[in-house]
């Protein structure tokens, strides 16, 4: 292992480690506070462990992994995913009553299988950290072993998840059949010579299994019943590490095989965004449980990112699109971040499964949480000043540029109907109605941290975008 | 370079900010301090930047950042300071400043103090973003800001229903310009892929021949924005209702800030819009027409803001048409000598009100003379100033537009003889408000003096009403110049005689009382025409008559036109459609399972039908 190697996997190296320490500690002594203390510690030591790699350029780090700005960028963002679910978690586990000790040892292993997805160039590593990730996540989604809807929420992800994992293995396999290699790169190379029948169903089989896990139309229809099952940090770190790892691998897969080119993958891949974002927004008109709610409008966000990627695929205003994705993605992580931040704060004392009535006058009663769930919701929205306007504005553009007429109206039709509830929520939240201010809503200090740290990510990404633009068009 | 030039809209921004959201726990003193330091801080800023800016006066752009660039089109944000700007932004500080000094004494009574000043200071902020906007978007911020804000203002004293009315409608008639504007800003970006105004007008000019469809268009677009924002035919009706706000707003509106937003917009633009005479041709007799039914209009008024507010819509009229006519510096210089003296005029109509019981009726004022001296001898100098008597600030502009008019073509000496009759009228109304006022019998006693914050605004605004038409303005640079002089000769005699024929004639109407003795005064006819003015021209019935009634009827009667049916039924659509997908979410992992299957075998059905 060369020194550049080295580097440039240092950031999975000081997690790996942290791990273990982590575990060795909890097997010494239980005590929520060290343990907390050292996951913060490795996770802050994992994002500075990414700086000397910056300068590096593209790292071909063993046949398995590559480090490149794509990586660099996901991971940070990833590592600043997990730094806020444990922020956020520090007190929410203690008000809940539950071991803080495998409670944090799992959230550090599923971000580093996420860290290894998004280092993936090859089958192996990519299944690697998926299961890995996955794993974890089932157990912190029926971490709370007293509440049935946890344990219902877990086993259902696990029972479908492995479904959708068998899809995508056998994608793989067909893969295999079809050009004898598992590396992306060369994938890519032999496909000339491969058997389009297998590798369009090799394909589609691999983006089925994304797909569920991207919970797009039709591998959708787990989301609420995991999200409401799942405690409220967990499904916030669910709803955005997951889904940015597979992004990222998905990104990396498309441009080093080019199976995402072709008129036929395109049409499925359009088929299922349309889907994505006409369902997903539909079934959220009306609902009341909160977590269902986001729920479903991840769905459709996801719907509308994968816009970004069915063009990526297809054409060649490529870079354009990656850079659309990876905005997209940027403005979904922090704003829904942001929202299942609010939820769990206001979920603190217990209630588990708010609905919209528990929120009536929440900026009044807690203008801080108040207001960040208020940005999170218009920047979902796609409200100019805000990450998810740029984040649209991006999206829009590159259809434009496309001439993806179809796509952009769905997402029209889309949008215009999310800001039904999301507008609604809106006024849920400033309507002056103290009824339900039984709930208790103490925000701990270093909770207020990561809800100043996403108030101020959302607002500065839609009113100084510049700086990330130009850093996106010069790595990607 | 100048990059201090952030701190001028920032200082009140801030403000407005913190007494928005704090402003209600604040001692007052504290709100006085910021709502008025503020504004003083920002007027300080630019007198301070003035001499560097002076010692080199080239145009600066102080980027602060690039709000995005996607796909080679960028917006930034950024400042701009040519000639032209300077002048707005000393007018709206200078002048902001005083109005918000003289608020903290007027409004000191009032329960809303810190709502009070954070609208203020919000309107002054939204106002010089508008003037120190680098592009149509930013500017456009700043014009909606100054609409937004003039909406919270002439509606500040909600409780009153009529108030609110007034707001609305000052919102709702400004937005029918606003619309054209934006109209006219999507037509700009659509053909010259640009906001930037500098890059606006140099595009406009290398791409569109003067005259042609496409300039006048967009041109004839932004003027109607203009006309909505500066209250001229046929969107004034909005601005005697503004009366229903405090004061010292109607001093704000009228003399430093929102009204000369359109002034300003054509000003800055003035690039683009000498390629579009017939629209320049529109903007002169529009000015001109708005200038002699505004005047006539406030003949006949009773109260003293609402004769201000016609004189106002009037002596915009008068700028537009210096604009129309291609007197780009003699508008401006009205603009400038109108804030002075307007602002003059309204303070000292507020301190009469205030001192006499919040009554604002001239019929019910007299002998004032004695008893509210400061005011009655801001109130003269403001007049003469309004009526542009030589030796004032007004007559220096006024006069300026009235020998350009007549110097400017063919249509010259008409547009001359319409400005000049309506010289004649304000003069005429600007002293019967003096002799009505203050001469003649006491009617209501003053309860009580104005303060030193009231005052001394007053006296530097009557100072600048005189002496500030001898601050000569660098306009040379960024405005073009007409292309013929202004008249010299008879006529620049004959016209700066007609305001002293208009003071004369309001001596021997109003103070020896000769309107008595007129006997078409007194006739059916006379009574009918007065009240025809003081209603505007009818003007308010018309609309309700033409626009407002039959939108109404036909709202009413088209209950359930097709387009209410089409976007009923995609509700309907839409909510059942919710409806019958949220009843597939039955929570059963099989029906999960088999749904994620159908799909699969949907997607490789698509894809491998076709073995090639």
Redesign the interface.
Known sequence: MTSTIFHGLLPLIVLGAAIVIVMLQIAWRRHAGITQGLALLALIMAMVALSPSWALGHVEATPLFVVDGLSRLISLVLLLGALVTLLLTDRWLRWQNLESGEFTLLLLLATLGTLVMVHAQHAASFILGLELLGVSVYTLIAYPQRHGTSVEGGL?YL??SS??TG?LLFGMALIYAATGALAFVEVGKQLADAD??LT??A???V??GVA?KLSL???H??T??VYEGAPTPVTGFLATASKVALIAVIIRWFAATGLGDGS??N??LS??AIASMV?GN??A???DNLKRLLAYSSIAHMGYLLIALVIFGGSSTGD?AVQAAVWYLLAYTVATLAAFAALTLVAGGGNEAPVRQDLAGLLWRRPILGLLFMVALLSLAGVPLTAGF?GK??LV?VSV?AQAWYLLAALVFGSA?SVFYYLRLIYTLVSKDDAASTVQLEVPWLSGVAVAGLLVGILMLG????GV?ALLSRIL | MLSQLILVPTFPLLSATLLLLVGRQMPRPLVTLLGVGSIGAAALTVVLLLPQWLANPEPVTVLLWQWFAVANFSIDVALYLDQLSIIWLCTITGIGFLIHLYSSEYMAGDSDYARYFAYLNLFVASMLVLVLADNLLLLFLGWEGVGLCSYLLIGFWYQDSTNGAAARKAFVVTRAGDAAMALGLFLLVAELNTLDIKAVTGAAQAQWSAGSTLPTLACALLFIGAVGKSAQLPLQTWLPDAMAGPTPVSALIHAATMVTAGIYLLARLNGLFVLAPDVMTVIAWVGVTTALMAAFAALTQFDIKRILAYSTISQLGYMFLALGIGAWDAGVMHMMTHAFFKALLFLAAGAVIACLHHEQDIRRMGGLRRTLVIPFWSFLIGSAALAALPFTAGFASKDLILLMAWASGEQGKWLWSLAALGALITALYSFKLIFVVFFGVPKTEPNHQPGWRMSIPLTILAALSIGGGLIALPLRDVLPLPNYEAEHGLVAWISAAIPIAGVIAAFVLFQRNGIASIAAVRSNLGHWLAAFWRSGWGMDTLYDRLLVQPYKRLAHWWRHEPVDVAVRLIMWVVSRSHWTVAATQNGQLARYVTVMVLGLILMLALVVRTPT
């Open positions: 259902k029972v479908l479904a959708s899809m389009t029948v369009s169903a394909t589609v089989l983006v089925a569920f139309v039709p591998f229809m787990w609420p019943d036929v993958v049409t499925a088929s299922l369902i539909v079934l008109l009306y609902q354009l740029m504005f991006y553009t540029t109907v009113v100084l975008p510049g633009a």
